[in-house]
């Protein structure tokens, strides 16, 4: 979808606004979130730390976490398709 909203114009994509709104939808619900932790209670096994928010590749195990490059190209498409609607 990234690479679309770059090449085509802006006003191909004015049909299918659902179906950005859809993508959208689910970049939202699947941000995940992971913690670095700089300490963990030993007792409640609870770690506290950074956090981190991202985006994983939906064809690698679910518990990898975010990841760099993942969170790029969503981030990379979500500026595009802000880019797009606002040229509509």
Not at 3 to 12: H, K, R
Not at 58 to 69: E, I, K, R, S, V
């Amino acid at each position: 979808v990234g690479s679309l909203l770059q090449y085509l114009p802006a006003e191909d994509f004015r049909p299918h606004l659902a179906s950005l709104s859809k993508t959208l939808t689910w970049i939202e619900s699947h941000q995940l979130s992971d913690v670095i932790p700089d300490y963990c209670d030993p007792i409640s096994s609870q770690c506290y730390g950074k956090p981190l928010r991202g985006w994983a590749s939906p064809h690698l195990t679910p518990d990898m976490g975010p990841q760099a490059w993942s969170t790029a190209q969503t981030l990379t498409c979500i500026s595009r398709m802000r880019k797009n609607i606002r040229e509509l």
